[in-house]
């Protein structure tokens, strides 16, 4: 079955668009709460936390939104065809220090291929396979 993609580009766009509408809705929230004539009206009945992000996909893409720790709003898009991650920073405030920053970007196919990189797991992946393979475990990849 033939499935119709759009361009890897408009899907990137349309994502960072999407965090950039998302973020620009976050600043006229808070502008609103520091308005003391202003009355808010909550919309939800969760809690907004540092913590606060949404995650969604399509056959490709996987964009993260967080908050940081100074505030600002944070995308993560990875795609997973090409293995790519990229990360942009929206921040707000005043019309002078507002605006969306790209953080840095990287190829994650070296990342993929390693068993263990700063893990403090009880076991590394070498013992496991080493003990799977003694009790006979099929199904086990090649390394």
Known sequence: MSRSRQPKGLTGWILVAGFALTSLGLVAETRAQQD???????????????????????????????????????????????HQLTVYQATGGTRSTMNVRWVGARNLDLDLQVDGWNDESEYTYKQL??????????????K
Do not use: H, K
Request: glycine share 14%; hydrophobic share 40%; no cysteine.
């Open 129 to 142: 396979a080493a003990a799977f393979e003694d009790q006979g475990a099929a199904g086990l990849p090649d």
């Open 36 to 82: 003391p004539n202003t009355t808010v009206v909550p919309t939800t009945s969760l809690p907004l936390s540092p913590g606060y992000g949404t995650a969604d996909s399509n056959g490709s893409m996987i964009a993260v939104t967080g908050v940081d720790v100074t505030g600002g709003s944070l995308l993560y898009l990875i795609d997973t065809e090409a």
